[in-house]
Nanobody
Framework: QVQLVESGGGLVQAGDSLRLSCAAS????????MGWFRQTPGKEREALAT????????YYAGSVKGRFTISRDNAKNTVYLQMDNLKPEDTAVYYC?????????????????WGQGTQVTVSS
């Protein structure tokens, strides 16, 4: 069993940066693919970025490419989402997810474990 806890959300202004963290329990974190998602009320969940088990492969949604960066530190059992140049449309609840496979593409939203989410609000 893996537990994921997101942190780092908050209220910021447009153009600001935030770094989200997702801390994972369990000794097998380093073998899991990780992903970041977001969702706003009334909208479908959006996949933002994924990272392979060893951090060498990443995928980004077009809406965040060039502004967001996913990374991981397997020694700390943590995956990060650095968010720069935030926009009001980035306002959402952000979730991290872990999957037992070594890599997930953006198209798959089926993950073995999910965090409870952290709110990000960007004011204009």
């Amino acid at each position: 069993q893996v537990q994921l806890v997101e942190s780092g959300g908050g209220l910021v202004q447009a153009g600001d940066s935030l770094r989200l963290s997702c801390a994972a329990s369990g000794r097998t974190f380093s073998t899991y693919a990780m992903g970041w998602f977001r969702q706003t009320p009334g909208k479908e969940r959006e996949a933002l970025a994924t990272i392979s088990w060893n951090g060498r492969t990443t995928y980004y949604a077009g809406s965040v490419k060039g502004r967001f960066t996913i990374s991981r530190d397997n020694a700390k059992n943590t995956v990060y989402l650095q968010m720069d140049n935030l926009k009001p449309e980035d306002t959402a609840v952000y979730y991290c997810a872990a999957d037992k496979s070594p890599l997930r593409t953006l198209e798959s939203h089926i993950y073995d474990y999910w965090g409870q989410g952290t709110q990000v609000t960007v004011s204009s």
